[in-house]
């Protein structure tokens, strides 16, 4: 039979278990507080030959535990630095760098294709194989074929590197920059115009779409 004393120890022993709680909620709380206020003020700081380290992204990840968007945050980062003419010498270090935290990130949350396309936008940058960069690129198809906030820069992308495309992959690309709206549409042909390869769009879209671009060109 439980005493008043037992009794007594156990109502003890459930408050201090839930006063150890709500501590522990309070404290995680604000920690995601501290580390979205830091990557908040850490984007407002762009990478320069003045700003060559990041304050604000250094605290977020001290206090952080593999938050997949303070490695992409990192990552971007980085990849700013490594396109600012001072740090040529050390351009393939830094976008490696940035790559590896993109896959990092992925790992973290795979489902979320905008990682993945930070990875791609890397490899271009890298002059990545080919076939690494297939691979890529039908990772980011299987994972969100229809997300269409990947259109403007996927599409880009594709045209960058567009000889490295299997034929099914440039057949992808073709038919999904025929459904997307005109001003992305415009932004792509552009791209592709600047590595010589509108060709590729004005004959192998349907002529509605293309009539006015092409015959402008």
Known sequence: MMTASNKDSLMSAAKGALVFLLLLLCLLA??????????????????????????????????????????????????????????RDQRTALLQQALTLWGRAAEI??????????????????????????????????????????????????????????????????DRLAIVPGGTFNYVFSVAKKFNKQSVICTRLPYKKVKRICRAR
């Not at 990041?54 to 992409?72: G, K, R, T």
């Not at 994972?143 to 992308?157: C, I, M, T, V």
């Open 109 to 174: 949350r795979p489902l979320w294709p905008y990682y993945w396309l930070s990875e791609l936008n890397t490899m271009v940058l890298l002059d990545t194989d080919a076939l690494v960069f297939q691979a890529q690129v039908e990772q980011i198809i299987q994972l969100a074929p229809n997300e269409r906030g990947l259109d403007k820069q996927f599409l880009e992308l594709a045209f960058y590197d567009w000889d490295k495309l299997t034929a099914e992959q440039q057949q992808w690309m073709l």
């Open 30 to 87: 604000a920690q995601v507080f501290l580390v979205s206020a830091a990557l908040y003020f850490s984007k407002q700081q762009d990478a320069s030959i003045e700003q060559p380290t990041n304050a604000w992204l250094d605290l977020a990840e001290l206090i952080s535990v593999s938050n997949p968007e303070v490695l992409h945050t990192r990552a971007n980062f980085l990849r700013q630095k490594a396109l600012l003419p001072e740090f």
